[in-house]
């Protein structure tokens, strides 16, 4: 489903090379690291938001980065769902109307099982700046698992989370690719999220190495 090859990036020293990564359909990897080994920059290179330096990165056999704005944008709005670790929520709108805005966009409907299964039924009507870090990540998932994507990309999905919270949000994570045949993506801190994947990375050394 997504293949990167050699990618190698940079800003003011090297983040990482030559890195190969391949993701299948309902597959779900984690990426660990300390700050500052790129992690980020990775997972932004493979949800098209940042061209790597060198390297490729393949999505349904096409090289993402070769593609026109129009179609990296449709790619972005019906087939990926990016968590990002800022949620880049509108601060105007409630809680809601933050969900809708992504599932309207998608021509999606909204699922308010998961909603209620998320534990933000009670705070859809507020103004999402009344809401606490922790409810704000709620709904930043919610906002992405309703456009019905095919791949997760997750920078710190459950950073402002506790452990029984974080588990939970985790769970319904992977029930979603279980039934919808999507793949998830994470870099995480924590190491004790292992549990949940198929595969576990660590970049270190400006390498990926699998995590015996």
Request: with cysteine; hydrophobic share 40%; aromatic share 10%.
């Amino acid at each position: 489903m997504l293949r990167a090859e050699n990618i190698t990036h940079s800003f003011d020293y090297l983040l990482f090379e030559n890195i190969n990564l391949e993701i299948k359909s309902k597959e779900k990897v984690a990426i660990l690291g300390k700050s500052g080994s790129g992690k980020s920059s990775f997972l932004h290179i493979l949800s098209t938001f940042l061209s790597p330096e060198k390297g490729r990165v393949f999505y349904n056999s096409k090289n993402i980065y070769s593609l026109n704005e129009k179609e990296l944008i449709d790619i972005r709005k019906n087939e990926f769902g990016i968590i990002f670790q800022f949620h880049y929520l509108f601060n105007t709108f409630s809680a809601l109307e933050n969900i809708q805005a992504a599932a309207i966009l998608a021509g999606k409907e909204i699922d308010y099982d998961l909603i209620e299964r998320l534990d933000i039924k009670d705070v859809l009507n507020q103004n999402i700046q009344t809401l606490s870090g922790g409810q704000q990540q709620r709904v930043s998932i919610a906002r992405v698992l309703s456009k019905k994507p095919k791949i997760i990309f997750a920078d710190e999905p459950t950073g402002n989370l506790d452990k029984n919270n974080a588990n939970e949000v985790m769970e319904i994570l992977c029930e979603y690719c279980e039934m919808n045949n999507a793949s998830l993506i994470t870099v995480t801190h924590d190491e004790d999220l292992k549990i949940f994947f198929d595969r576990v990375y660590f970049l270190k050394d400006k390498r990926l190495e699998i995590c015996k």
